[in-house]
Structures are given as C-alpha cells and as structure tokens.
C-alpha cells in the first residue's frame, strides 16, 4: 500500500514503512508528541504477518489515553494491513483546529466546520477516499498554517527550509523546533532502549 503524496507532507522521514516494532516506532517517530513538544504526529506501520494494526493502535490508546495522548489509526489498506497512525494530544489538536484562520483555510479546502473530532473524521475520509493525497494535513500536525498554505500554493517547491514540514516563512524559528524535535527523538530513542516504559515517557497532559 502506498499513502500517494506521503512524501512531501509531510517530510519523508516521519512518514516510514518500518520493520520495527509498533511501539519503537511510538516511542521514536513520536517522541516530540508524547514528550508534549508537539501536538501530533504521523507514522506509517506495516504489521508482520498475523499482526493487527488497528489492534495495536487500540491497545497503545488505552494505555496512553489517561497520559493525554490519543492514538489512532487514519488509514488502513486492508490488502497488506498497512496503517496510518495519527498520534496526538486532543487538547491541542483541538485549540489548533479552533483558530478561526485555521477554519476558514480548512473551509477553503472542503471541509464542514466542525469540532477536532468531525474534522478529524472528514481527514481520515478523504485519505481512504480520495486519489491525492489532503496536504492540509499538516495544520493537523501543529506545522504553522503559512508553511502549510505555502507548500500547497508552491506544489512543494521554492522552500526556504526542510524537516519536518516545509518552510515558506520563517526559517530560523522552524530550525529551532526541527533542533527541538531531532534532540527529543535521540532522548527518547535512548531511554526506550534502555528499557524505560513508553507510559513513563509520556508527559501527562
């Protein structure tokens, strides 16, 4: 199964066909969410044959749920079972998606105004449904609205910066919250390894 656009929003690396576990890729890929840095993020994972997917994204959100972080799955090919799994903080996401200019951009892109939870369900359609890829995903991700609006304008070229979104604004703040993100992710990479609990990672909301 492939996410047909994937690849540019957003950034490659955190959208990956991994032969890890479900939950290294929690506790990496992740790392900002759950460490409450940032309000979501976004994986691809590929079950071994037998495996569940949407089963282990339920299981890993009754664990983490009471933390303030929800897990979910967007998308499910039901071929290969290759899931889309949208971790993320709901308070957040939600007072993101509550921004009036936030609303209007997303009213502009056909979506139904709605609460976090109906417009998270208009995504989850129109990436089961639909044959391009909804770059407007990325105000669903916390990337700033501007960038977002920017890529989608410029069909992702002309950036100033790259790392986890593509930058059209302000290049020096977005490298200050990639370096944020980047030193999470190598924190928390080395506390999974050694063995501390995803739970116990979680900042609690």
């Given at each position: 199964?492939?996410?047909?656009?994937?690849?540019?929003?957003?950034?490659?690396?955190?959208?990956?066909v991994?032969?890890?576990?479900f939950?290294c890729?929690?506790?990496?890929?992740c790392?900002?969410?759950l460490?409450g840095l940032k309000?979501?993020?976004l994986?691809?994972?590929?079950?071994?044959?037998?495996?569940?997917?949407?089963?282990?994204?339920v299981?890993w959100h009754?664990?983490?749920?009471p933390r303030?972080?929800?897990?979910?799955?967007l998308?499910?090919?039901p071929?290969?079972g290759?899931?889309?799994?949208?971790?993320?903080r709901?308070?957040?996401?939600?007072?993101?998606?509550?921004?009036?200019?936030?609303?209007?951009f997303?009213?502009?892109?056909?979506?139904?105004?709605?609460?976090?939870?109906?417009m998270?369900?208009?995504?989850?359609?129109?990436?089961?449904?639909?044959?391009?890829?909804?770059?407007?995903?990325?105000?669903?991700?916390?990337?700033?609205?501007a960038?977002?609006?920017?890529?989608?304008?410029?069909?992702?070229k002309?950036f100033?910066?790259?790392?986890?979104?593509?930058?059209?604004t302000?290049p020096?703040?977005a490298?200050?919250?990639?370096?944020?993100?980047?030193?999470?992710?190598?924190i928390?990479?080395?506390?999974?390894?050694?063995?501390?609990?995803?739970?116990?990672?979680?900042?609690?909301a």
């Open positions: 199964m492939r996410f047909k656009g994937a690849e540019l929003m957003p950034a490659p690396t955190h959208v990956t991994s032969p890890r576990s939950a890729d929690l506790a990496t890929i790392a900002p969410t460490a309000p979501a993020s994986f691809r994972y590929q079950p071994a044959s037998g495996q569940d997917g949407t089963a282990m994204a299981a009754a664990l983490l749920a303030g972080v929800t897990v979910r799955v998308k499910a090919c071929v290969t290759a899931v889309l799994v949208y971790v993320y709901p308070t957040q996401v939600a007072a993101i998606l509550q921004r009036g200019d936030v609303q209007d997303l009213q502009s892109e056909g979506y139904t105004p709605g609460d976090a939870e109906s998270l369900a208009q995504l989850s359609q129109r990436l089961c449904c639909e044959e391009d890829f909804p770059h407007e995903i990325g105000v669903f991700l916390g990337y700033p609205l960038d977002v609006i920017g890529f989608i304008q410029n069909r992702g002309n100033t910066a790259c790392g986890y979104w593509k930058v059209y302000d020096a703040a490298q200050k919250a990639f370096d944020r993100y980047k030193k999470c992710e190598r928390y990479a080395r506390c999974y390894y050694n063995g501390t609990p995803i739970r116990q990672l979680t900042v609690a």
